[in-house]
């Protein structure tokens, strides 16, 4: 069954960093653009960052700077490093083609709090 599967979430202190991961168990990972999404309690899911099949990447306003976004074809998995964390980042953070293609995996909690 494929599915998606996201880690490296956890309690941070406000300025700190944190790096997601989210591999695809499955096939198809290198030829799709890949894209992170968070939703906060209350709120839509948004996307926040983006990386093409070709390794171009793009970036919400509210993280640019501050987050990167990466992948390892090899390794059918897709990063996110989060930099100069802050309140409002808190959210569970999913990964998923820029389709929205596969289900969606449990995600995985980021909160930022002193």
């Known amino acids: 069954q494929v599915q998606l599967v996201e880690s490296g979430g956890g309690l941070v202190q406000p300025g700190g960093s944190l790096r997601l991961s989210c591999a695809l168990s499955?096939?198809?990972?290198?030829?799709?653009?890949w894209v992170w999404f968070r939703q906060a309690p209350g709120k839509e899911r948004e996307s926040v960052a983006g990386?093409?099949?070709?390794?171009?990447?793009n970036y919400a306003d509210f993280v640019k700077g501050r987050f990167a976004i990466s992948r390892d074809n090899a390794k059918n998995t897709v990063y996110l490093q989060m930099n100069s964390l802050n309140p409002e980042d808190t959210a569970v953070y999913y990964c998923?083609?820029?389709?929205?293609?596969?289900?969606w995996g449990q995600g995985t909690q980021v909160t930022v709090s002193s």
């Open positions: 990386i093409t099949s070709g390794g171009t990447t």
């Open positions: 998923n083609t820029a389709t929205r293609y596969y289900s």
């Open positions: 499955g096939r198809g990972f290198s030829i799709n653009a």
